[in-house]
């Protein structure tokens, strides 16, 4: 069960824009990326084995995460859509509904910013996430000035 909801943490975790912008800033210090590692793992442990847990709960550990290893505040609302989407993984499985979670860890977003998986696909799939922002119209504009 531990695997299973680790490999929902870290898919969740790796395309948290919040938590990517604040790796990519080193906004938890030079170690940021390190920093992401600890915080699934943490995480994983939290919602596993802390009795009593709920949505709200898990909200105030992300938010505590963010505020206290990143110095970042978040005010887009995506702790409390995270708490909720873990909530319901703890759920299925705890239940021992492996079928279900597997079917809603499939319906999960596959833009991946290659923060935290280091397998060899997480290039290909960090080519295959630029490709598909710029297609949702980003645009990278780079400054004319020398600095």
Not at 16 to 45: F, I
Not at 69 to 91: H, N, R
Not at 101 to 107: A, F
């Amino acid at each position: 069960m531990e695997d299973a909801f680790a490999k929902v943490v870290q898919q969740i975790f790796n395309n948290w824009t919040a938590l990517k912008l604040a790796v990519e800033h080193s906004m938890g210090g030079p170690n940021s990326r390190q920093t992401a590692v600890d915080c699934v793992n943490y995480m994983v442990q939290y919602c596993l084995y802390e009795p009593n847990i709920d949505p709200e709960n898990i909200q105030e550990a992300l938010e505590d995460i963010l505020d206290e290893e990143f110095e970042t505040v978040c005010e887009d609302g995506s702790p409390k859509e995270i708490a909720s989407i873990l909530y319901k993984f703890i759920q299925l499985l705890k239940d021992g509904n492996m079928e279900q979670c597997e079917l809603e860890y499939q319906k999960l977003p596959v833009l991946n910013f290659g923060m935290i998986v280091e397998d060899s696909s997480s290039s290909e799939e960090e080519n295959n996430s630029e490709t598909h922002m710029e297609d949702d119209g980003w645009v990278e504009v780079k400054s004319k000035r020398k600095r």
